[in-house]
């Protein structure tokens, strides 16, 4: 849930006239969410830093703020009509709650570990919940361990744990993705929100390959996020494409997505490679996800 540098540093810049209508401090870290103008945003406070993990405009709460929002709705370019979806990481629920307009007969399951965030999205940025759309307070990995002893599968699986300031490192490991492939419906895809501006760039890069083989990088230039769309081996025809752009883009366009564009910046592992090929694969024995992060 990192937002592009450049929406930082504005938010930075008018971080004096912001107000605090929200703080506490949870079992894992300070929550704050804060106005500015029409602006609301959820932040996790820490020593050396204030990042924002999801905000939304208080006049306009359908349009998204974040670029990396955004990107993630390239999943539907390469999938269609999901109908069990699970998200890994709640922040204000944005994501949850765009997908529930979009395909409300569609089962959507959070998974959130802090009780605290869950508490805030309901409170502060319109969390909805119904019989359709449900959650649950647990770590990720367990969550996944246990729907794959139960045999469950979601056909779009988005991975949205992430931070600037911290990795659960064991999200991002091959035995945990070997264990989210397990409950990966046959034409499904998982996307994964992450950086493109870091050391563990090529890490995480070898590590999705060697359980999904070939996926597909989502990221725009000069920008520190990338989403990456695994469990898909090759891109959509261009025909494909713009049959779902036709399809979604009227549909998107509240929301200020728009996949047109979006498909510009998408692009396949099976042409670019662009990690060398003796990078260290990151395991459960193996994975300074932190130390690499910067």
């Known amino acids: ?3 592009c ?6 938010l930075f810049s008018v971080a004096a006239h912001s107000n605090v209508v929200h703080e506490e401090r949870s079992l894992y870290r300070n929550i704050i969410v804060d106005e500015t103008h029409d602006l609301r945003c959820l932040k996790f406070n820490t020593k050396s830093s204030q990042t924002s993990q999801s905000c939304m405009y208080k006049n306009n709460p359908d349009k998204l703020v974040f670029n990396y929002t955004k990107l993630t709705f390239a999943s539907l370019l390469v999938t269609d009509n999901p109908k069990n979806v699970l998200i890994i990481g709640l922040g204000g629920g944005t994501l949850s709650n765009v997908i529930h307009a979009l395909y409300p007969a569609a089962k959507i399951h959070n998974v959130e570990i802090d009780p605290a965030v869950l508490k805030v999205a309901r409170n502060y940025f319109n969390f ?4 359709a759309v449900t959650s649950s307070v647990q770590d990720g990995r367990i969550f996944i361990k246990r729907a794959a002893i139960k045999k469950q599968k979601y056909d779009w699986i988005i991975l949205d744990a992430f931070n600037g300031d911290y990795i659960p490192e064991h ?5 945990f ?3 989210v492939k397990s409950v990966l419906a046959e034409g499904g895809v998982i996307a994964a929100n992450t950086f493109s501006s870091s050391k563990l760039y090529e890490h995480e890069s ?5 359980v999904f083989g070939d996926f597909i990088n989502v990221s725009r230039a000069n920008r520190s996020n990338r989403i990456i769309l695994a ?9 494909q494409i713009n049959q779902r752009i036709k399809a979604l883009n009227p549909r998107l366009k509240k929301y200020d997505v728009d996949l047109k564009a979006i498909s510009t910046y998408m692009q396949s592992t099976k042409n670019k490679q662009d990690w060398p090929a003796n990078t260290k694969v990151l395991t459960d024995q193996y994975s300074p996800a932190n130390l690499l992060n910067f």
Do not use: Q
């Open 206 to 210: 070898a590590t999705y390959h060697a």
């Open 171 to 175: 999200l991002l490991t091959k035995e």
């Open 128 to 131: 909805i919940e119904n019989d």
């Open 5 to 10: 540098l450049l929406f930082l540093a504005v």
């Open 231 to 239: 469990g898909v081996n090759s891109m959509p025809t261009e025909a």
């Open 177 to 179: 993705f070997e264990e």
């Open 1 to 3: 849930m990192r937002n």
